[in-house]
T-cell receptor, first 113, second 114 residues
Framework: AQSVTQLGSHVSVSEGALVLLRCNYS??????LFWYVQYPNQGLQLLLK????ATLVKGINGFEAEFKKSETSFHLTKPSAHMSDAAEYFC???????????WGAGTKLIIKP | EAGVVQSPRYKIIEKKQPVAFWCNPI?????LYWYRQNLGQGPELLIR????????DSQLPKDRFSAERLKGVDSTLKIQPAELGDSAVYLC????????????FGPGTRLTVL
């Protein structure tokens, strides 16, 4: 069975500071991993995805994530936070015969001016 | 290219009333998903369609929920009768081809059951 754990339901950083959102997964098969962002009252938008190519994945809006198999992690980072990054971020894993996405509970990113 | 369209965006009903949500996926996307998202949680899959066939509905509470995707394009999700615990955001997503392809989400329908 697959599962996703996102550490920290809320993360607060100052504008211009490093953003680090943590995601750990468990999967019995090689996983595909995704980060989605959800702005208030909007649907989910793909930030980036890992599908077994390069382990460092670059996404939109300056975000990137690194797949670390030994740590079963797929943490999301951005060097310098912007006020517009305030949103909720979801990590998801898929794999197995039907490639159903299994979602983490989400991390709300708060940007302090 | 138009994204996934959902309507209505918001719905407030009293318990025991019926409610329906509509989704039009991105043109050419064969796979359609309905998710339920409770406050502070990630989406939970309710049902997945491949064209007009429901291939995964194991999480759909079939005593009160039903869905259809006639002609393999747009889809309707219905709840009858609604319960207080059904208050949530109902998200529709679509996907084009292979399993690693991105799921594209609509804005969701926020349901409040009073």
């Amino acid at each position: 069975a697959q599962s996703v754990t996102q550490l920290g339901s809320h993360v607060s950083v100052s504008e211009g500071a490093l953003v680090l959102l943590r995601c750990n997964y468990s999967s019995s098969v090689p996983p595909y991993l995704f980060w989605y962002v959800q702005y208030p009252n909007q649907g989910l938008q793909l930030l980036l995805k890992y599908t077994s190519a390069a382990t460092l994945v670059k996404g939109i809006n300056g975000f990137e994530a690194e797949f670390k198999k030994s740590e079963t992690s797929f943490h999301l980072t951005k060097p310098s936070a912007h006020m517009s990054d305030a949103a909720e971020y979801f990590c998801a894993v898929s794999g197995g015969s039907n490639y159903q996405l299994i979602w983490g509970a989400g991390t709300k990113l708060i940007i302090k001016p | 290219e138009a994204g996934v369209v959902q309507s209505p965006r918001y719905k407030i009903i009293e318990k025991k009333q019926p409610v329906a949500f509509w989704c039009n996926p991105i043109s050419g996307h064969n796979t359609l998903y309905w998710y339920r998202q409770n406050l502070g949680q990630g989406p939970e899959l309710l049902i997945r369609y491949e064209n007009e066939e429901a291939v995964d509905d194991s999480q759909l509470p079939k005593d009160r929920f039903s869905a259809e995707r006639l002609k393999g394009v747009d889809s309707t999700l219905k709840i009858q009768p609604a319960e207080l615990g059904d208050s949530a955001v109902y998200l529709c997503a679509s996907r084009a081809g292979t399993s690693t392809d991105t799921q594209y989400f609509g804005p969701g329908t926020r349901l409040t059951v009073l």
